[in-house]
């Protein structure tokens, strides 16, 4: 049986990690606290790491003052639309991977996972290229489609996932007279759920957030998603003035808080698929 410290250790251990804590929050919180100031207090900088002013009416003048809502509503088609072809194409592949057994997989799989290797950077270049001769830059296009054709860190995930499976309820399936297509949408699917939302909320979590590839790509304000958005905020001001750091803090709350529900929502899934794709090997 594992030996228990004793209390004064255990209390310095809950020390040191409520020190890390609060190092992790006060940042937070003084954005709330810049988030719910006045404009006077922007204009002076005069802020505090606790509210002092709880003027609410600053998240309801970002959807009335600026570019807030066109913007949100772009990081929603971009998350919903890429979380969904993701999970769909990267799922499909992986059960490829998992059961069908073809030669050279193992190559070509290890070929796959090879392309991750690679920095975002090198390809930039040949990409715009290949999307500008389709005439797709400054369209939402060059964001969503390369999402078709699945995700290879997701697909080495539900890979992994997939192999856990046992293999004899696919050969029940099959005895059954059940295709491939039947097997992957009717036993695969159903078992893999949780897998499939430890995927989504990484999805979710990376389109939300997403600034390098717009910004490359989008060139008319009306088109950026949100995260780019409040950057703009944060060099426009009024006639010349500093910018309104509440107004732009808010809006980043806008942009901040989803995540955080979503990480303490999913972390369950998020955990469960670390420990499943770290204790199984490739095969």
């Known amino acids: 049986m594992k030996k228990k410290g004793s209390p004064i250790q255990t209390a310095v251990v809950y020390l040191i990690l409520l020190l890390f804590s609060a190092a992790f929050l006060i940042p937070f919180i003084y954005m709330i606290s810049i988030a719910l100031s006045s404009d006077a207090t922007a204009n002076q900088a005069a802020y505090t790491i606790f509210p002092r002013e709880f003027e609410f009416q600053n998240f309801v003048r970002i959807f009335t003052e600026s570019d807030v809502p066109?913007?949100?509503?772009?990081?929603?088609?971009?998350?919903v639309c890429n979380t969904v072809f993701t999970l769909v194409s990267s799922s499909m592949v992986a059960y490829g991977f998992a059961r069908f057994r073809v030669k050279g997989k193992g190559v070509i799989f290890m070929i796959l996972l090879s392309t991750m290797m690679i920095p975002t950077q090198v390809t930039l270049i040949p990409q715009f290229m290949i999307f500008r001769n389709l005439g797709w830059i400054n369209t939402m296009l060059p964001l969503i489609i390369p999402n078709l054709f699945g995700s290879p860190f997701y697909i080495f995930m539900l890979r992994q996932f997939i192999m856990r499976l046992p293999i004899s309820l696919d050969e029940a399936a099959k005895i059954d007279g059940m295709s491939y297509w039947g097997i992957y949408i009717k036993i695969v699917v159903p078992l893999i759920k949780p897998a499939l939302a430890a995927v989504a909320i990484f999805a979710i979590m990376g389109n939300w957030n997403w600034f390098f590839e717009p910004m490359i790509y989008l060139n008319q304000t009306e088109k950026y998603p949100l995260a780019i958005g409040v950057q703009i905020l944060s060099a426009v001001g009024h006639a010349g003035q500093l910018p309104l750091w509440n107004l732009m803090m808010a809006a980043a709350m806008i942009l901040v808080i989803p995540?955080?529900?979503?990480?303490f929502l999913g972390q369950r899934?998020?955990?469960e698929l670390s420990i499943s794709t770290g204790s199984d090997s490739i095969k």
Do not use: C, H
């Open 70 to 79: 066109i913007w949100l509503k772009n990081s929603l088609i971009l998350t």
């Open 259 to 263: 995540m955080i529900l979503l990480f």
């Open 269 to 271: 899934q998020m955990f």
